[in-house]
């Protein structure tokens, strides 16, 4: 049977210090932040997601967006080296976790640096986001590691936002969504939808029509819904302050066989 397995990780006590590039930094309320962790990971189980807590990095203030952290394809984990030097030493935890759950490892090599949300799988496409945090080593090594396992590995220019995924993600029928205001290359994308808010497109895939969504996208969800989708809504703004989006906060693992 495929898993249904994800990944989470406890914020970290020094979460308001997380990194921020392209918005101007708010003030972080880390009590509310956790609440709002909980309720994210709460939903993922509430859809039939094994949540599976990677041990915490209470030093590492960005920690909890572990989607970063490694890219899964297959049942091979691709360990990552973040764009950011303050987020290298997240990965430790990271490996362990999929390690023991009998993925097969590969990692990202200096020069390479290579975020996960700037991955984005749509079948056996592997678009890769080549922006602030992903170069071009990045994109190559990512080529090497999994165009032999059958991935076909697509660049896309990223400049105005964080990730390739904090502009783009995909509905289960692989149409793309993205908000083009934040978008380098639209038509890189065969069959796409735009959506009215930055927040609409990021969408998690939970299962045969829901879609987990962050509360900030309203307009977007009853789009969604008017398209037979089922948004599953969850508030996620003390993560936002720090530029995340719902799909920074898990790494569902859809093809391990367990
Ligand atoms: N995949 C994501 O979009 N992750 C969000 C990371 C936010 C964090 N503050 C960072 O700048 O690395």
């Not at 990780?9 to 962790?37: C, F, K, M, N, Y």
């Not at 720090?242 to 898990?250: H, K, M, N």
Request: proline share 6%.
């Amino acid at each position: 049977m495929p898993s249904k397995k994800a990944l989470v990780r406890r914020p970290s006590p020094r979460l308001a210090e997380g990194l921020v590039t392209h918005i101007e930094r708010e003030r972080v309320d880390a009590d509310l932040a956790v609440e709002q962790w909980e309720a994210y990971v709460a939903a993922l189980r509430t859809h039939g997601w094994d949540t599976i807590e990677v041990d915490p990095a209470d030093d590492c203030p960005d920690s909890v967006f572990v989607e970063d952290t490694v890219v899964m394809y297959k049942n091979v984990a691709l360990i990552a080296r973040p764009g950011a030097e303050s987020r290298r030493a997240e990965t430790a935890g990271v490996e362990e976790a999929v390690a023991g759950l009998g993925c097969s490892v590969n990692w990202i090599w200096e020069p390479a640096t290579l975020d996960g949300g700037d991955v984005l799988k749509i079948g056996d496409t592997v678009f890769v986001g080549r922006g602030g945090r992903t170069n071009a080593a990045g994109v190559q090594q990512l080529r090497a590691a999994f165009e032999p396992l059958g991935a076909r590995v697509v660049a896309v220019p990223v400049s105005k936002v964080l990730h390739l995924k904090s502009a783009v993600t995909a509905l289960p029928d692989g149409t793309v969504i993205g908000h083009i205001p934040k978008m380098d290359a639209p038509s890189l994308f065969a069959r796409f939808l735009p959506v009215p808010e930055e927040a609409g497109a990021h969408v998690v895939l939970l299962g045969g029509d829901k879609l987990l969504m962050a509360a900030s996208a309203p307009k977007t969800a009853e789009l969604f819904a008017d398209l037979g989708y089922k948004p599953v809504v969850v508030d996620i703004n003390e993560f936002e302050k720090l530029e995340a989006c719902v799909t920074c906060l898990s790494v569902r693992l859809r093809e391990l066989y367990v």
